[in-house]
């Protein structure tokens, strides 16, 4: 029997289709197990944020629960979170997600949600539950945290503070457990800080020598194993030149191994301890600003004493006898003046040049040794600026030096005036005023005061260097 080429067609189209409907049935099952987890993923997320342990600390959230007159909050603001973003925007597939959960239940037409049961008061244990938890890698992230700690027992909250600025981690977590027991356990087997961490706990590895911060492994290889020489010990004759210290470790290092937990170098805590070590830094911190305060107030005593006398010596004043006499008061000092500077004819001078200008500092090295110089206005990169000199006069000797300037440096001055001169002085007062109108950046007390501190310092360091002398003929 002899197959033609229409029934071989034939066989091929229906192999050809049998492979299609296959493969179709292929995708449509992966696509169905990845919606599965988006949805469990959500339904997870969803239950967190609404659930007594989150919902007690979320301040945001809890306030939107209270401003709702039944306690509902529309899907669309749960859809505003960065978290969610990263799982959907789709608040039907949010709907559906939720739809058997035992924490929340929806509306009616499904655009809303709300907690099951009233929220509760804060359990009173939650420190004790809670571990402090330092020397994390740099890159940490909550489920790191959970896969390492949830070995010790069920871990119902993470928090990693983080720098508002940059968004990186501080190199510290509290890590909150299900029960008290949970939370030593997670002390017991997880505290193994390296050898030549800091002592004392709060200070990270990145202010240690500039060590670099152990990166964040997403392998499971850093599971500890005993040594054969171990495994020999462990089965032979206690050793009895072993410490009792050593033991201790030996059989903290076996225990782990029963664990199967991984030995990082992470130091950890009780929140409770860390809290009291917390209050003992601040009493430290209290007492070093009060003895800085008195220290300041000294050396501002002493400096305004002795600006007194200097400016005392030479005044003096001609009474009606004729009789000069030392003023033992004399006049305050003017105050600077604070308004800017102010409008004066022909000391702007306007310099062009073919090739970018040098930067400020350059030019007005330059011009100084001809006049003086108050200000030079110049963006990097600029093929000419302006210059604000002191006196009309000194705008005229550097004109009058023009040739010389100009051999050197190719340059083109000319004085502004009329008009050119108006807009110039109307662009100072404006950028003056956009530079003063800048929000400036508000430091705290401390970080005041050390500023301060700083300040005088280096001028009390400026004022003695002016009497430093490299030679005795000096």
């Known amino acids: 029997m002899t197959v033609t080429g229409m029934e071989t067609d034939t066989i091929r189209s229906k192999v050809v289709e049998k492979e299609t409907t296959e493969q179709q049935k292929e995708r449509d099952k992966k696509k169905r197990s990845r919606v599965k987890q988006v949805l469990s993923d959500i339904a997870k997320q969803v239950d967190f944020w609404f659930g007594d342990v989150n919902l007690h600390k979320d301040r945001f959230l809890r306030e939107q629960i209270e ?31 939720v739809k058997n959960s035992s924490v929340v239940e929806l509306d009616l037409e499904g655009t809303r949600i709300r907690r099951r049961q009233p ?48 968004r990186d981690p501080k190199g510290f977590a509290f890590v909150e457990f299900e029960t008290k027991q949970q939370a030593e356990k997670a002390i017991e087997f997880l505290n193994n800080p390296p050898e030549d961490a800091p002592r004392k706990p709060g200070i990270f590895p990145k202010t240690v020598k500039n060590k670099p911060v152990p990166a964040l492994t997403t392998s499971d290889s850093s599971v500890v194993e005993l040594s054969t020489e171990e495994e020999r010990e462990s089965g032979g004759k206690k050793d009895t030149s072993l410490s009792k210290s050593k033991r201790k470790h030996k059989k903290k290092h076996k225990e782990r191994h029963k664990m199967g937990e991984e030995v990082i170098p992470l130091r ?15 009493a430290l911190q209290k007492a070093s600003m009060s003895s800085l305060k ?19 010596k030479p005044v003096q004043t001609e009474t009606r006898n004729g009789k000069s006499a030392t003023c033992p008061g004399s006049a305050p000092p003017e105050k600077a003046h604070t308004m800017g500077p102010q409008f004066e004819d022909g000391v702007i001078v306007k310099i062009i040049s073919p090739e970018p200008l040098p930067g400020r500092k350059h030019i007005k090295d330059t011009l100084a040794t001809l006049a003086d110089v108050a200000y030079v206005d110049l963006l990097e990169g600029d093929n000419e600026c302006h210059v604000r000199l002191k006196t009309p006069e000194d705008a005229q000797t550097l004109l009058k030096s023009h040739k010389e300037v ?3 440096n190719n340059w083109k001055l000319e004085i502004l005036s009329g008009d050119h001169e108006q807009r110039y002085w109307q662009k100072i007062l404006v950028d003056r005023q956009a530079k003063l109108n800048q929000p400036r950046e508000k430091k705290r007390g401390t970080e005041k005061l050390i500023a301060k501190a700083e300040k005088m310092r280096l001028a009390k360091t400026q004022e003695i260097s002016k009497h430093i002398r490299f030679s005795e003929d000096e």
């Open 67 to 97: 401003k709702s007159r039944d306690g509902y909050v529309d899907i669309s603001l749960l859809v505003s979170f960065n978290k969610m973003k990263k799982l959907t925007t789709d608040r039907k597939l949010i709907a559906r997600a």
């Open 406 to 408: 100009q051999a050197k």
């Open 268 to 282: 950890v805590l009780s929140k409770n301890e860390w809290m009291q070590l917390k209050q003992e830094y601040l």
């Open 119 to 166: 929220l509760g008061e804060q359990p009173k244990d939650v420190d004790g539950r809670t571990v402090y938890v330092e020397l994390l890698p740099k890159n940490v992230n909550h489920s790191w945290i959970e896969r390492v700690f949830g070995k010790c027992g069920n871990v119902v909250y993470i928090s990693i503070p983080r720098y508002k600025t940059t």
């Open 294 to 312: 008195k220290s300041m107030a000294q050396i501002k005593t002493e400096t305004v004493g002795e600006m007194e006398m200097d400016a005392c």
